[in-house]
Structures are given as structure tokens and as C-alpha cells.
């Protein structure tokens, strides 16, 4: 499930896209993004940390991509937020760990069909830009 950490992870990236390189500071972000303002101060540093966005001080300062739109993945943004693509962990490739219930994985049908689940969430998310996001 996307959480709301990656809801306005992506809401806020799509108001920089939209913005055309311009910088924008945090309370517009915040307002165009529908996003509260606190939370979404933090996430802008989160993905200033993973190169996502770029800040500049001063009173014409703010908020800006730090690569082109065309060149941000949605798949890369919320595993950014929140870990993994995959519904459970025993299924995901980034931050795979072990059921501490299974008992054998090779043949846990759940795990096989959550297999499946995060191949075809990958398949889209991994093909879909921030560029096609603001189009």
C-alpha cells in the first residue's frame, strides 16, 4: 500500500516538474501539493538526501529538481518512502527478508503469487516518469 509519505513525496516532485526548473519555496509546495506543510518540510530534505531535489537559500530561494523529469522513476521515488514496491517483504527485491512464520519459501504459494503482485507493480512503476506524471 502507498503510504502518504510517498503520496506527497510524488504530489510534491509533480509541483517541481510542473514548475519548469523554477524554485519554489516549501509553503507553495506545501499548498499545491495539498500537502501539511510540516511533513512535507522533511520529505523535501528525504529527497534531497537521495538527489531527488536540490535547495537553494536566500530570499529567492527554495525547492528544485535536481535532474530532469524524464529521468525520475515513480517505481524509484516510493521505494525512496517506503522500502519496497513488493506487499510483503519475503517478495521484494530491495529489502527482502524472511517470514518469521514460513516454513519453506519454495513452496509458499503466498509468497509465489506476492511474487507475482510485485513484478506486474514493478512493470509499471519502474517505466513511469515524473514527466508523464505532470502531462
Keep these: 500500500m502507498l503510504?502518504?509519505?510517498?503520496?506527497?513525496?510524488?504530489?510534491?516532485?509533480?509541483?517541481?516538474?510542473?514548475?519548469e526548473g523554477k524554485?519554489?519555496?516549501?509553503?507553495?509546495?506545501?499548498?499545491?501539493?495539498?500537502?501539511?506543510?510540516?511533513?512535507?518540510?522533511a520529505i523535501?530534505?528525504?529527497?534531497?538526501r537521495e538527489g531527488l531535489v536540490e535547495s537553494?537559500?536566500?530570499i529567492f530561494g527554495g525547492y528544485y529538481l535536481a535532474k530532469p523529469a524524464k529521468d525520475i522513476l515513480?517505481?524509484?521515488v516510493i521505494r525512496m518512502m517506503d522500502?519496497?514496491?513488493?506487499?510483503?517483504a519475503c517478495a521484494s527485491v530491495t529489502n527482502y527478508r524472511r517470514c518469521d512464520d514460513c516454513t519453506d519459501e519454495q513452496t509458499c504459494t503466498i509468497r509465489h503469487v506476492m511474487i507475482e503482485v510485485?513484478?506486474?507493480?514493478?512493470a509499471v512503476l519502474d517505466k513511469k516518469t515524473l514527466a508523464e506524471m505532470v502531462r
Excluded: W
Excluded at 510517498?6 to 514548475?19: D, E, F, P, Q, S
Excluded at 524554485?23 to 518540510?41: C, G, N, V
Excluded at 522500502?83 to 510483503?88: E, N, S, T, V
Excluded at 510485485?118 to 514493478?122: D, G, M, Q, V
Design 3 to 19: 503510504s502518504m509519505k510517498a503520496k506527497y513525496a510524488i504530489r510534491a516532485l509533480m509541483v517541481l516538474a510542473a514548475g
Design 23 to 41: 524554485t519554489l519555496q516549501s509553503k507553495a509546495i506545501a499548498k499545491d501539493a495539498d500537502a501539511p506543510m510540516k511533513f512535507l518540510e
Design 44 to 48: 523535501l530534505l528525504e529527497l534531497k
Design 56 to 58: 537553494k537559500r536566500g
Design 74 to 76: 515513480l517505481g524509484n
Design 83 to 88: 522500502g519496497m514496491l513488493a506487499p510483503i
Design 118 to 122: 510485485r513484478n506486474a507493480i514493478a
